[in-house]
T-cell receptor, first 113, second 114 residues
Framework: NAGVTQTPKFQVLKTGQSMTLQCAQD?????MYWYRQDPGMGLRLIYY???????DKGEVPNGYNVSRLNKREFSLRLESAAPSQTSVYFC????????????FGQGTRLTVV | GDSVTQMEGPVTLSEEAFLTINCTYTATGYPSLFWYVQYPGEGLQLLLKATKADDKGSNKGFEATYRKETTSFHLEKGSVQVSDSAVYFCALSAYGGATNKLIFGTGTLLAVQP
């Protein structure tokens, strides 16, 4: 079972470059999420999507854009990367039910120099 | 807004010691509560959950009870093993906007020494 798949696993960008992090899930989940993980900060929600074609801002959306291409895929784009965006990024998905858990990808470690 | 506070680490224990990691939450509604575990280099995976007050979640010897009166969900294990070394996250899930959102604490690193 693939679950939630993120690509790439590692990436180094120069300040000002752009890139897109890809995420796909094969569990037929409606809801998908992007988090960033920083030391001492836990996981902070960047954006989420309740269904195809809808997206909402989370706690730290500035500097990011997202696209829910279809039910399976939810991408995160950095238009002009900054060193402050150096982080580990996790994609997650769940059914639309607060009583059920979210499933996470393996993460993308992004370094902006 | 909703939030989760958990004890800071690292927590260093000897094998077979008793573990407690404290977690408290603030929420306006009736959240579900979760503990996730993250092993080195991996994503998060569910350890246990509780969906209503007084529920006890348990898995792999870990337990946590949903205490509404103290807004707490402390994680406990009677005898830790080296293989339990990981980062533990307390989280709540509540409806907000069009879907449920998971709000995480800052994580607690547990290191178990043989």
């Amino acid at each position: 079972n693939a679950g939630v798949t993120q690509t790439p696993k590692f990436q180094v960008l120069k300040t000002g470059q752009s890139m897109t992090l890809q995420c796909a899930q094969d569990m037929n989940h409606n809801s998908m999420y992007w988090y960033r993980q920083d030391p001492g900060m836990g996981l902070r929600l960047i954006y989420y999507s309740a269904s195809e074609g809808t997206t909402d801002k989370g706690e730290v959306p500035n500097g990011y854009n997202v696209s829910r291409l279809n039910k399976r895929e939810f991408s995160l784009r950095l238009e002009s990367a900054a060193p402050s965006q150096t982080s580990v990024y996790f994609c997650a998905s769940s059914v639309r039910d607060k009583n059920t858990e979210a499933f996470f990808g393996q993460g993308t470690r992004l370094t902006v120099v | 807004g909703d939030s989760v506070t958990q004890m800071e680490g690292p927590v260093t224990l000897s094998e077979e010691a008793f573990l407690t990691i404290n977690c408290t939450y603030t929420a306006t509604g009736y959240p579900s509560l979760f503990w996730y575990v993250q092993y080195p280099g991996e994503g998060l995976q569910l350890l246990l959950k509780a969906t209503k007050a007084d529920d006890k979640g348990s898995n792999k010897g870990f337990e946590a009870t949903y205490r509404k009166e103290t807004t707490s969900f402390h994680l406990e294990k009677g005898s830790v093993q080296v293989s339990d070394s990981a980062v533990y996250f307390c989280a709540l899930s509540a409806y907000g906007g069009a879907t449920n959102k998971l709000i995480f604490g800052t994580g607690t690193l547990l290191a178990v020494q043989p």
